[in-house]
Structure formats: C-alpha cells, structure tokens
C-alpha cells in the first residue's frame, strides 16, 4: 500500500475521477476527507472508502469559498491530525460559445475550478508547508492543453490549473510539497454520461482515441495517487497527460489518411463532419 | 529602400514549393538569392524565371546535396563569391519516404535524417560561422511542419525530423545569439506544395480544409511570409523560437470529438 498512514483530501470527491481517487487511496491504505457541495453523494463515497477499510470523513463546503476551504482543512486535522497530500477535481461544466458566454457563467467556472483550486490547495498547503512534506495534485483536462470550443471558460480554467501546479512546485517544492497535475483525456463519468448515453457518440469518441476507447475514472485515479504517493518523490512541477494518446493525435485526423491498419480514414465522405456537425448543433 | 536591399539569402530546397516562393518573394523585395536544390533541372528554371523579373544579378543557382557537408561548404563560397555576403538561410530541403514504423527500413530512415536533420544542422553551421566569422547579423529559419508537434503517422522519419530541427533551431539560436545570429523555425500546416501532390484529389483538399479552424489549407505564399518576417528586421529580437502557420490546425484536437451536443 503505498499511502498507508496518510491523510488525503478530495474536492470533488462525490462522484466521477474524485470518487474513484478516493476510493483507489483507501484501497492504498489512506484515511480519506471527501469534499463535496453534494454531501448525499460524498456520503455514498465515504461507504466505498469504509468498505476498503479506511476512514472516511465527508465535508460539505463549496470549494470557491475561502471560509469553506479553511473549514475543509480544520476539519481534517481535527479527525484525522494531519494532511498529507490534496487532490483538487472539484468543478462544474457550463458550456457555452464564447460570443454569448454571460459574464456569471465565466465566473461560476472560474470561482469553481481555478480559485476554488488555488484556495484549496493554499489552505492544505500551508499544514503541509509547515510540517515539510505533501504533494498537490490537479485534475485539469487534455481540454487544458487543446482549445476545447463550444465549452465555455472551462479549456481557459483548466490551462489555468496547469500553470497553478507548476507555480505551487516551483513554490513549495523547496520545502517538501510537491504540486504536479493530472490531464485526463475523455472519461465516461456522471459529468459526461449525458454525452456517452448516446452510443454512436460513444463509439465516435472512442474512435478518435489512439488507444480506441475512453478512459475509465479508477485510470485517472490511479495517475492521481501515484502522483500523491511517494513512488512520485522526484516527480514536481510536472503535468501529465492520461488520455489514450488524443492529445497528440492531431494527425490522426488528417482526411485522407489510412491510419495503421485500422482503416481509420477520417475523409468527409466516411465521418460525419464534425464543423458541420457543430454549426448544426448552433 | 526596400525590405532586403542589400541582403543575400541561400534558400535550399529553393527549386519548388515553399521554398521557391519564397526564393522569388525575397528577391521581389530587394534581396539577392541562391537558390541549392538537388534538383538540377528545376532549379535552373526557378533561377532563369526569377532572372528574368529581376535581373540576373539577383539570382544564382548551385547544385546542392545538403546531407553532403562538402556541398554545403561551397554553397557558402559560391553565394559570397556571387553576391558578396550572407544575412538568411532556409532549410526547406527535404525527401519524403513515407512508411509505418514498423516496416521502415533503414535506407528510408537514412534518407529523411540525412536530408532533413544533418542537412539543416550541416548547411546552417556553415552559413553561421561565415557569419558569425565575418560579424554579419544573420536570420536562419528552419522549415518544420505541424507534423513535428504532433506525431504524423505513416511518414516514416518524418515527424522526428521535423521534431528535432525545430529542437536544432533553438539549440543554435541560444549558442549565437550573442552573434546577432537568429534561428527559428517555421512550423506548416497542410500547404499545396508539389511535395503534397495529394491535395490536388479535391476530395482531400476538401476535407482537410474542414479540419483546419481557418477552413482552408495555405498555399506556400502564407508561409512564405512568415519565414520572410522572420529573415527581416522586423523579428530582430525573435530567436530561438517556433512559429505554426497552420490555420490552427495544431491547436484543434477537439474539434475532431463527435457529438459536441453540451445543450
């Protein structure tokens, strides 16, 4: 196990990859705090975390509010002593064009999953600052990396994580806490089951993949422990992408292409056209 | 005056595409051009038709295998014993073997590395220590690809390449800069070039204009003139860096997700 004895924190731990981390950093012997808006579901998490053996404690807070973040962290060292390392996940999807995006939908995103990242990881990071150890991990997006259209703030919010990890292990990782952040590729979650629901999305999204399918949440969970755990102790600063291999697949995408067998040609004539498909969906 | 009076550039691969436009796009603008190309006849042309706008005095061409340093060597000589001087180089010479990894052989690896890796590092080091011997300012761009950001399946050597002079251009970029010597690359998206002959099947010219956000793919003018703002004082304080000029293509991975329907 290799996170036995330690204190973990999840924001966004009721559901989706911030469930699976919790539950995958029980199953490696870790007491878990699940910080959730949704308390009905970060209980269900916390009965996953107990069925792998571990403690469980669940915090309802909102994590763009910097009293909440104080709080997350209060109670958590009052239950569990210490902290030992932060996964932040915790965001909501408003998506949008840019061209009508309201001024409160950018907000809500940002306020969620940029700043509510920052005060987090800042309210956890000052307990593991002064105790010299612990190591930060963000749940970003390959949308951090690609210009994700047609998804409002969330592609700006989610490089703006990226940046945020760095900056925190470039900060901190003098004085023993690391910040690195995690890059899922596309994952059947309930954020996305709305979009998956539909198979032949399904089978076209697994089919951009270089790997031909999407990811399961334990997959990015388990890039999120690693992270945490001390296996990673050399690894800062860092950002690593758990996708299949789309991120750099660009070419993949070429028309006029058979892509390695797999007859995977990506001319108009074969696939729906996705631009075309788009200004439809508008 | 005008933009490159009194500049001389050597421009390998100058005999077709992006480089030849390029070649007539310097001269048009008052500079003086050696054109290396390894292929004799159409380089002559090239040479002979910008000869004939411009004046022959504007125009050279050299025979030029740049994998072979000893080429690259007399190309410097010729161009100064030419035209006086060096300011610019372009490295767009480059053989395609396409291939699956797989399968490619060595011959075919060779090929792509000596032309388009050894070649760029062989014909840059000599045109940068004329310059840098003789402290004359000097603007080297390396044509790369959109294919070196993102692996380009099935071709063979290619995107390492195309990877690596981008990596080349930076190395040299930070090693002279204090030469006022400047090296940059140029990353081309899908560009009509006799090299992509493909784009003529209107089919895939269609369709890869759709998966380009600009919708539609360049013509060897629109990279021209970035490597021609790069060559020029406008980018005095621009090395060591990378330019896409791919109509964001690079950028546009999730535009290929199916089922964008978030309402």
Redesign the interface.
């Known amino acids: 196990m290799i996170l036995e004895g330690k204190t973990i924190i999840v924001t966004g731990g009721a559901s989706g990859i911030g469930r699976a981390t919790c539950v995958l950093a029980a199953r490696e012997g870790a007491s878990v705090a699940i910080a959730d808006i949704n308390r009905e579901m970060a209980e269900e998490t916390a009965r996953l975390v107990e069925v792998q053996g571990q403690a469980a404690l669940v915090i309802e807070m909102d994590t763009s509010k910097k009293a909440d973040a104080q709080r997350m962290v209060e109670e958590t060292v009052g239950t569990f002593g210490t902290i030992d390392g932060i996964v932040c996940s915790a965001i909501k999807l408003v998506?949008?064009k840019l061209e009508e995006l309201p001024e409160e939908d950018w907000d809500m995103v940002m306020d969620i999953g940029l700043k509510g990242y920052f005060l987090c990881a800042q309210a956890a990071g000052r307990v593991m600052l002064e105790k010299g150890s612990g190591s930060i991990v963000f749940v970003s997006s390959?949308?951090g990396v690609?210009?994700?259209?047609?998804?409002g703030a969330y592609?700006v919010c989610k490089a703006g994580a990226i940046m945020l990890g760095q900056l925190i292990g470039v900060e901190w990782g003098g004085r023993g806490v690391r910040g690195n952040t995690v890059c899922p590729g596309?994952v059947r979650t309930p954020m996305t089951e709305a979009?998956f629901k539909?198979p032949?999305?399904a089978?076209?999204?697994a089919?951009?993949v270089p790997m031909g399918r999407v990811g399961e949440p334990e997959e990015i969970a388990e890039a999120n422990i690693f992270l945490l755990s001390d296996r990673a102790s050399y690894i800062n600063a860092d950002f690593m992408q758990v996708d299949g291999g789309?991120?750099?697949?660009?070419?993949?995408?070429?028309?006029?292409?058979?892509?390695?067998g797999k007859k995977m040609n990506?001319?108009?004539?074969t696939v729906?056209?996705?631009?075309?498909?788009?200004k439809e969906?508008g | 005056m005008s933009r490159f009076s009194d500049k001389v550039a050597i421009i390998t691969g100058g005999a077709s595409g992006i480089g030849k436009k390029t070649a007539e796009m310097f001269v048009e603008q008052g500079g003086k051009v050696l054109i290396g190309d390894i292929d004799e006849d159409a380089g002559k042309i090239v040479s002979l038709e910008i000869a004939k706008k411009f004046g022959k005095d504007s125009v050279s061409y050299i025979y030029l295998d740049v994998s072979n340093p000893e080429h690259c060597k007399s190309a410097v000589d010729f161009a100064i014993s030419e035209f006086g001087s060096i300011n610019c180089l372009l490295n767009s010479a480059i053989k395609m073997a396409p291939g699956?990894l797989k399968d490619l052989s060595l011959k075919d690896w060779n090929t792509m590395v000596n032309i388009g890796l050894t070649g760029t590092f062989l014909m840059t080091q000599a045109a940068g220590r004329w310059m840098i011997e003789n402290k004359t300012p000097g603007s080297i761009v390396n044509m790369s690809s959109?294919?070196g950001?993102?692996?380009?399946?099935?071709s063979g050597a290619y995107?390492t390449v195309k990877a690596a002079v981008i990596m080349l251009a930076e190395h040299f970029g930070i090693e002279w800069g204090g030469h006022n010597v400047r090296v940059n690359s140029i990353c081309a998206g899908?560009t009509e070039t006799p090299l992509t002959a493909?784009l003529k099947?209107p089919?895939?010219k269609?369709?890869?204009s759709?998966?380009t956000p600009l919708?539609r793919v360049a013509q060897p003018i629109d990279i021209a003139n970035g490597i021609l703002f790069l060559f020029s004082e406008e980018a005095d304080y621009i090395t060591a860096t990378a330019i896409d000029i791919d109509g964001g293509?690079?950028?546009?991975?999730?535009?290929?997700?199916?089922?964008?329907?978030?309402?």
């Open positions: 998506p949008g390959i949308g690609q210009a994700y259209n047609g998804a592609s596309q979009m539909d032949e999305i089978a076209g999204r089919a951009v789309q991120a750099e697949s660009k070419m993949m995408h070429t028309p006029g292409r058979n892509w390695g990506y001319s108009t004539s729906p056209n996705i631009t075309n498909k788009q969906d | 699956m959109i294919g950001r993102q692996p380009y399946g099935m995107s899908h493909y099947d089919e895939i269609k369709g890869r759709e998966v919708q293509i690079t950028k546009s991975v999730m535009n290929h997700m199916p089922g964008r329907k978030w309402k």
